[in-house]
């Protein structure tokens, strides 16, 4: 390997020749001098710093004497460039992962990288493999952003690094794999969900990214309307019965229950829940983590949580048909319940328990609510401006022009990342079971009838409640369309 010339690894090594006029002095790493004739940007100092150590100096020079080093360096590299293209056409053997893996550089990157992503308060990071690079991507406020685009050289020793801090197997490369990485950056330990995917150039992996430390969530702040908060923290004080929050993946469901149960844990209650992950620390709550390795499921788990005298139970999700039998046993039997289901809106949650073979009588007999949301970008505030609504825009909302002549948008600043949005806040659907619903329900009635009597009895839509944010100047018409459907 390159460590008899360097403290470098060969991947490294060929990405740093690559950037147009840099190179490193004949006696690197001794002499730890980069050579330019146009200085790098911050940026590329900052992670060649990173890469190569805090030592590293810059010092301009002609462009015949840069010339001279990259051909001296290309020269001196090329037969093992030969070998690593050999071995990455072959099957590299573990040993060989894990010594590239364990490259003081690989290990700057590979942290560099995952607080670069904390620094952009991600949610998940994505490193996807292709041809001719790796890419880097992070989902920021819900959205994909390039933070990183690296040579494809690179690929198997970064994927070898994050499977060797999950505790993966890093031979295997032919099928998916899961594990988590616990990463401490200051005073938090933050765990990382790892999910790998076999791609036609190179593993695909993912990190879920949660915060263990505690956590203290107000069910004022997440952006519910008065209309809705109002009933909703009236409802979560009931002796018994179940309250459903619904809504696709990464739309907040967690944090909703989260800042529920913190809202009711008095100390007067025993509060008990099952999760997978458990994503947040809640003092005074017992928590409980699904392992399905040694039969630990929600059903199993919440089976033995009843036994435990509890007054209130948070399942994560519902999952199947046990799981659902149980949580509804339990609303019915004194307990309140809250749990999350994957539907579109309030009144598919209804349906999706019908289909898992819940008979309508028990649904009606034990469902308090269910609530709907989503999660929509808001408006930087140091750079938001009124512009005109056009008229297509407004067919798209299915509103008339008049009623919103203008809406803001931010124009893009440092504080945004020039994306014009900084943070989020949630959309709500909050559907009550009155007695009409609960006629409609145990008549078994679908989710298009059980939905139309919720909005007679006063049920504002999610795209309503995102259109009062937009008339407010909180979020943007293309925001809107991108998560809400038109009634």
């Not at 008339?400 to 809406?407: E, F, I, M, Y």
Request: aromatic share 4%; glycine share 8%.
């Amino acid at each position: 390997m390159l460590a008899t010339h360097s403290n470098l690894s060969l991947p490294l090594f060929t990405q740093l020749l690559s950037k147009k006029g840099i190179a490193p002095v004949e006696s690197f790493p001794e002499d730890p001098r980069l050579m330019f004739t146009t200085i790098p940007d911050i940026e590329d100092r900052t992670k060649l710093r990173f890469m190569l150590g805090p030592k590293i100096r810059f010092e301009k020079a002609q462009e015949d004497h840069v010339s001279r080093l990259i051909k001296h360096w290309r020269a001196k590299l090329s037969p093992e460039l030969d070998s690593t293209k050999d071995k990455a056409k072959s099957e590299i053997d573990s040993e060989y992962l894990k010594d590239i893996a364990s490259d003081a550089p690989i290990i700057r990157m590979v942290n560099h990288l995952m607080e670069r992503a904390l620094d952009l308060s991600a949610s998940d990071i994505h490193f996807e493999p292709e041809e001719k690079f790796l890419m880097i991507r992070c989902r920021v406020d819900g959205v994909m952003v390039g933070i990183e685009k690296l040579p494809a050289t690179v690929q198997p020793a970064v994927s070898s690094r994050i499977k060797l801090m999950a505790k993966l197997d890093i031979g295997e490369k032919r099928l998916p794999q899961d594990g988590r990485i616990q990463y401490q950056m200051g005073d938090h330990t933050l765990d990382m969900r790892v999910s790998t995917l076999p791609g036609v150039h190179g593993e695909s992996i993912v990190l879920r990214i949660l915060d263990r430390g505690d956590v203290s969530v107000n069910l004022e702040y997440l952006g519910m309307p008065t209309d809705i908060l109002k009933p909703y923290a009236k409802m979560i004080h009931q002796p018994h019965g179940i309250i459903l929050v619904t809504g696709p993946t990464g739309s907040g469901k967690t944090t909703s229950l989260y800042a529920t149960l913190e809202k009711i844990n008095t100390g007067l209650q025993k509060i008990i829940t099952i999760e997978d992950p458990v994503e947040y620390q809640l003092a005074g709550i017992t928590q409980i983590h699904v392992n399905s390795k040694i039969g630990l499921t929600f059903a199993a788990g919440l089976r033995s949580i009843v036994r435990q005298d509890p007054d209130i139970i948070m399942v994560g999700e519902i999952r199947d048909r046990e799981t659902a039998e149980i949580a509804i046993e339990s609303a019915l039997t004194g307990h309140l319940v809250f749990s999350t289901l994957h539907t579109n809106d309030a009144a598919g949650a209804v349906t999706r328990l019908q289909d898992m073979g819940i008979e309508s009588y028990l649904i009606s007999s034990s469902l308090i609510a269910t609530m709907a949301q989503r999660l929509v970008r808001k408006i930087c505030e140091h750079c938001g401006e009124q512009q005109a609504l056009t008229p297509e825009e407004a067919d798209l909302l299915g509103i008339s022009p008049h009623q919103c002549p203008t809406v803001k948008r931010g124009k893009g600043c440092e504080r945004c990342g020039n994306t014009g949005y900084r943070g989020r806040l949630g959309l709500y659907e909050l559907l009550i079971v009155s007695d009409q619903v609960r006629h409609v329900i145990g008549s078994g009635g679908d989710a298009n009838q059980i939905r139309d009597q919720a909005i007679k009895d006063g049920m504002r839509t999610l795209r309503q409640d995102a259109l009062e944010k937009l008339y407010h100047g909180i979020t943007t018409p293309e925001e809107i369309v991108r998560v809400t459907r038109a009634l």
